[in-house]
């Protein structure tokens, strides 16, 4: 009969109601995505005189954005501290994650909702709670003075880039804990015994079947972690202080204080190309890595 | 032997997540303005304080407005897009989702400030409808994830016995695919709320002026003798998150275990 015809049709009409399925979700999307980023750069190619906003498309927001030394300093202080949270957070985690895959036998979910429950609690108390632990008159100091242990409060603890790195180190924990122990989760058991069969001791054995197998969950646990905290405002600005000010308190400053909007458009589209660029490297060169100790 | 020494540093771990969390609750009944030790004495005295704060009241409610339409809209688009990229074969389907999982990527400052600018464009006042057409940026992809799970473990046999049992589309979505699919429906909803609720920036920029309970926060973090109140209050909010995610894994094992039952018989 004409089977043929009529499937092709079916499959034809299928597509048009899965497309129509689609439509209001990337409807909304177009409006409060596309058009604002589109926005984003037309205001990034506007020059500003006093509060007003010319006409005219200038490159001269991308040149002053490029050429002060001081969003230089903010870009790559910004990705270093990114760079140091992510690796702490994944050194951290790895082990922690290894535990629960490998040696936990029963109780592996409780154990993950335990480690997952901290982060329920609202994001800026979290934050500030690092500042009420690390401040001047904070909980480290108040029981260091009280211990007799120092005489005077330690200044060093707060408004630092460490702080800042401890402070997201703890935030993010549950995005490096999560990608790696499913990733570990996943390895095919026979192939650990298969090493030791082979005469492979516990350490030999981790490097080049457990670590090589687990890289895609800790990559994906690393871009997961290091993109988002590039542009974190919160945290810079509660713990930070002068030295531990990030892209986002820079951005913010032109959209609220000083009110220099083409200006804080240019400073984000750069900040997150330069962001993009860089983790798409880390990608490349991970993988390429992981290749290399296999 | 190398498995105690784990052990030990999965419990240090495990102490490392929980101590800032438990501090807010211990200095919330803390006798003291000040947040350090020794403690002072025990005093309910800060959460009396919240009930008569009648401007933080206004910032819960308006938060509780935001999550409850961010988490029906984000659910309701993402249910349909996930109806629509497991059930048909569409073309560009890897385009368009990494076009609806882009909010993931992009800093919630720069959503921020490019919402400020559609706003602004279109001449429209800073609102909470704003807050929610933000939100829903970063919920939509995150009820995706939830609910393209929950399609792709389900058995379009149901579907096709319940057509060719005589129930039409609609009737067979609302007797078989909506039944099956309420758990993940449940914890959609129940994860884009909860992140809707928790969050702050995309709000700051666009609540102008009715705030949301993390920008009131935000504004009372300044004022040293009003933070044992925002302690009892994030005391409150954890205690009140912890139940919640208890009864969504309550929930989500009930849909696991109400399936698996299904398929037995």
């Known amino acids: ?294 | 032997m190398k498995r105690h020494g784990l052990l030990a540093y999965a419990l240090f771990y495990l102490a490392f997540l929980y101590v800032p969390g438990l501090l807010l609750p211990l200095f919330s009944f803390n006798d003291s303005q000040f947040i350090a030790f020794p403690l002072s004495g025990f005093t309910t005295r800060w959460y009396a304080g919240l009930a008569a704060d009648g401007a933080m009241q206004q910032a819960l409610a308006n938060s509780l407005k935001v999550a409850t339409a961010t988490a029906l809209l984000s659910t309701l688009l993402g249910l349909t897009a996930a109806r629509a990229v497991t059930r048909y074969r569409l073309r560009a389907k890897g385009a368009i989702l990494g076009f609806i999982a882009l909010p993931l990527f992009i800093p919630d400052i720069v959503l921020g400030i490019a919402l400020l600018l559609l706003l602004a464009a279109l001449a429209l006042p800073l609102s909470l409808a704003g807050v929610v057409l933000g939100h829903m940026l970063v919920c939509i992809p995150l009820s995706m994830t939830v609910l393209i799970a929950r399609f792709e473990g389900f058995d379009r046999n149901l579907e096709e016995a319940s057509a060719d049992l005589g129930e039409n589309g609609w009737m067979t979505f609302w007797r078989v695919t909506f039944p099956l699919m309420l758990p993940g429906i449940l914890s959609s909803l129940l994860l884009t709320f909860i992140t809707s609720f928790d969050e702050f920036l995309v709000a700051y920029f666009l609540s102008g002026g009715s705030a949301t309970l993390p920008v009131y926060i935000w504004g009372q973090l300044r004022f040293p003798e009003r933070l044992p109140m925002v302690l009892a209050l994030g005391a409150i909010i954890l205690t009140v998150s912890v139940g919640l995610v208890a009864l969504a894994e309550v929930l989500r094992n009930s849909g696991v275990k109400a399936d698996k039952r299904r398929v037995g018989a």
């Open chain 1, 1 to 294: 009969m004409t089977g043929r015809k009529a499937t092709g049709r079916k499959a034809q009409d299928d597509r048009t109601a899965g497309y129509a399925l689609l439509t209001p979700t990337l409807v909304v999307l177009a409006l409060a995505l596309a058009a604002p980023m589109l926005l984003l750069l037309v205001y990034s190619l506007k020059s500003q005189t006093g509060i007003t906003i010319g006409g005219d498309l200038t490159w001269t927001q991308y040149q002053a954005v490029l050429g002060r030394a001081s969003y230089r300093t903010l870009f790559w202080r910004s990705l270093a501290i990114s760079g140091a949270v992510t690796l702490v957070t994944l050194l951290l985690a790895y082990p922690m994650a290894y535990f629960v895959a490998f040696h936990v036998k029963r109780a592996k979910f409780l154990w993950l909702i335990a480690l997952t429950i901290p982060f329920w609690t609202s994001y800026l108390l979290r934050v500030f709670s690092w500042k009420v632990i690390l401040g001047f008159n904070g909980v480290i100091n108040s029981a260091l003075m009280r211990l007799g242990l120092v005489d005077a409060p330690l200044e060093f603890l707060l408004y630092n880039p460490f702080a800042v790195v401890l402070t997201l180190a703890h935030a993010w924990a549950a995005f490096a804990i999560l990608p790696i122990y499913v990733s570990l989760e996943k390895i095919d058991r026979s192939l650990l015994e298969a090493a030791t069969d082979l005469g492979d001791g516990p350490w030999r054995r981790f490097r080049r079947i457990t670590l090589p197998l687990s890289m895609p969950g800790v990559i994906g646990a690393a871009v997961l972690i290091f993109v988002p905290t590039t542009g974190d405002y919160v945290t810079p600005e509660l713990v930070g202080g002068p030295k531990g000010a990030m892209l986002a308190n820079a951005i913010e400053a032109q959209f609220n204080s000083v009110g220099n909007w083409p200006m804080g458009a240019a400073l984000a589209l750069v900040s997150m190309t330069g962001v993009a660029l860089v983790t798409a490297a880390f990608v490349l060169a991970a993988r390429a890595a992981t290749r290399a100790i296999r």
